[in-house]
C-alpha cells in the first residue's frame, strides 16, 4: 500500500503541472528515442545483411594459403603447394558427397533460332551443381531439376533455361523440360542440348544483360554442365578452379561449424607433407559474422554518445525536483507533523523522480521504435524506386532490440534515483517547523 500511495502521489503531482512535467522528461525522451531509434537500425541492418547474404550462398567455404612462421626466410608459396583437382575428388568420395565444388566458366555469348526465324542471343555459362546450390533463391526452379555433377563428369549437352527463353524460343507455354534446341555457341561450336529444367528469369538481370525491353530483345542466361563447357572450349579446365577452390555444403541446413570442422580435419591431413604451409578453411558466414561485429561496435559506441543526453536529462530531473520541493515545503512540513518519517519523504521523493523518468523512458522507447519503422519505409521506398530491379532479393527487416529496450528503460529508473536522490534527502531533512512557517 506505501508503493501505490507513492506512485499514486507521484502521477498526481505530474498531471498538476503537465506542461513542466512534459519538458523535464525532455531530455530523457530524446536520449531515449535516439539510442533506441540507433540500435533499431544497427539491428535491422544486421537482420538485412543476414537475409541478402543467404541469396548468394552462405553455406559455401574457401581456402587461404600462407607460411608458417617458422619457414625459411625468403620462401613463397608455389604451384605446388596449392589445392589440386585429386584434393577435390577425394573430398567428394570421403565425405560420400556431402560436398560439392561451386565452378563456373564464362563462355562467349549463344545464338538460336527459334521456329519462325528469330534469332535469339543468350549468355552461355557452364556451371557445377555447387554453384547452384550457392544461388539456388536467385536462379528459382520452375521445372525440371538443376544439373549435377553428373552431368558434368559425363560432360552431357543438358541445359537449364529461363521461363524468358521458353517465352522467346517455343511461344506457346508448353512444358520445355525433355525439349531440345540448337546453340551456336559464338567462336566454340554449334551443338544440340537437352532443357533438363527451367527457371524464373531473374529481372536484375535485365539491365546487365538486355540491350532492350522487348521480349525478344531481352538476353537470358543458359547454363550447361561444367565437363561440358570445358570439353567443347579448350578440353582443358583452364580455371583451374581447384587451386581456391568454393566448397559448398550439399545440406544447407549443416551446422556452419561442424562443416567447417570437417573440411579443416580433412584438408590438414591432406596436406600433412607440408609442414610449412598453412592451409585454413574459412567460412562466408565468418565474413558476416566480423561485418556484424563491426556493426554491433558501431551501434554500441553511438549508442553511447548519444546516451550522455540522459545526463542532460537528468540534471532536468534534478532541477525540477528541488523547485517541486520547494513549492511542496508546507505539505512536507505537515506530513512531517503528523508523524512522517525522513525515510517516507525521502522514498515518496525517489519515486517521484523515478515515475518521471520512466514515463520519459517509454515515450522515448517508443518514438525510437516508430523512428525505426519509419527508416525503413524509407529504405523499401528509395530501394523499389533506386533499384526495382534488386528490391525482390534484398528485405529490409526492421527489428526493434528488446536488449536495448529493457536497457534503456532500466537506465532512465537509474537516472531517476541518483539524480532524485539529491533533491529527495534535502526534503527529507526539513525542519517541520520552518516548513510549516514557510508561505
Not at 525522451?29 to 533506441?36: C, D, L, N
Not at 536497457?407 to 529508473?413: E, N, P, T, V
Request: proline letters at 3%; a negative charge; hydrophobic letters at 45%.
Amino acid at each position: 500500500m506505501f508503493l501505490i500511495e507513492n506512485i499514486r502521489l507521484a502521477l498526481s503531482a505530474l498531471v498538476t503541472n503537465k506542461m513542466r512535467s512534459l519538458l523535464t522528461m525532455l531530455g530523457i525522451i530524446i536520449g531515449i528515442s535516439a539510442v533506441i531509434t540507433i540500435t533499431t537500425i544497427g539491428n535491422s541492418l544486421q537482420k538485412t545483411l543476414s537475409n541478402t547474404f543467404s541469396l548468394v550462398g552462405a553455406n559455401g567455404y574457401y581456402l587461404s594459403y600462407s607460411l608458417k612462421e617458422n619457414s625459411d626466410d625468403g620462401s613463397s608459396l608455389r604451384e605446388s603447394d596449392f589445392c589440386t583437382k585429386e584434393d577435390l575428388d577425394a573430398l567428394k568420395e570421403e565425405t560420400e558427397g556431402r560436398f560439392l565444388i561451386s565452378q563456373t566458366m564464362e563462355m562467349n555469348s549463344g545464338e538460336i533460332i527459334n521456329s519462325k526465324g528469330q534469332h535469339i542471343h543468350a549468355m552461355v555459362s557452364g556451371v557445377s551443381e555447387g554453384w547452384f546450390m550457392s544461388y539456388t533463391q536467385i536462379y528459382k526452379l520452375l521445372a525440371g531439376r538443376y544439373l549435377n555433377d553428373t552431368d558434368g563428369d559425363r560432360q552431357k549437352n543438358a541445359a537449364v533455361v529461363s521461363d524468358l527463353f521458353v517465352e522467346q524460343y517455343f511461344q506457346d507455354g508448353r512444358n520445355p523440360v525433355g525439349e531440345s534446341f540448337t546453340l551456336d555457341i559464338m567462336g566454340v561450336c554449334t551443338a544440340e542440348f537437352v532443357i533438363v529444367g527451367l527457371y524464373e528469369h531473374p529481372k536484375m538481370l535485365d539491365k546487365m544483360l538486355s540491350p532492350g525491353t522487348a521480349t525478344m530483345d531481352k538476353l537470358s542466361e543458359i547454363f550447361i554442365p561444367y565437363g561440358t563447357a570445358v570439353r567443347l572450349s579448350t578440353g582443358e579446365d583452364e580455371n583451374q578452379s581447384w587451386r581456391f577452390p568454393q566448397i559448398v555444403a550439399k545440406d544447407p541446413t549443416t551446422p556452419q561449424e561442424e562443416a567447417q570442422a570437417e573440411l579443416q580435419t580433412f584438408f590438414d591431413q591432406r596436406f600433412a607433407e607440408k609442414p610449412k604451409l598453412d592451409v585454413k578453411v574459412q567460412s562466408d558466414a565468418n565474413d558476416l559474422k566480423v561485418i556484424n561485429v563491426v556493426l554491433t561496435v558501431v551501434t554500441v559506441t553511438i549508442s553511447i554518445i548519444a546516451a550522455i543526453s540522459l545526463l542532460v536529462g537528468g540534471i532536468g530531473v534534478m532541477n525540477i525536483m528541488l523547485v517541486s520541493i520547494t513549492e511542496r515545503t508546507r505539505e512536507i512540513g505537515i506530513r512531517k507533523a503528523v508523524g512522517a518519517k525522513s525515510g517516507i519523504i525521502r522514498t515518496q521523493f525517489i519515486i517521484e523522480a523515478i515515475i518521471l523518468c520512466l514515463i520519459g523512458g517509454i515515450i522515448g522507447v517508443l518514438i525510437g521504435i516508430l523512428n525505426g519503422y519509419l527508416i525503413g519505409l524509407l529504405g523499401s521506398y528509395l530501394l523499389n524506386n533506386l533499384v526495382p530491379d534488386y528490391a525482390d532479393y534484398i528485405t529490409i527487416s526492421v527489428h526493434p532490440s528488446l536488449g536495448a529496450i529493457l536497457i534503456s528503460l532500466g537506465f532512465s529508473c537509474l537516472v531517476g534515483v541518483f539524480f532524485g536522490s539529491y533533491p529527495a534527502s534535502k526534503a527529507a531533512k526539513l525542519d517541520p517547523i520552518e516548513a510549516l512557517r514557510y508561505e
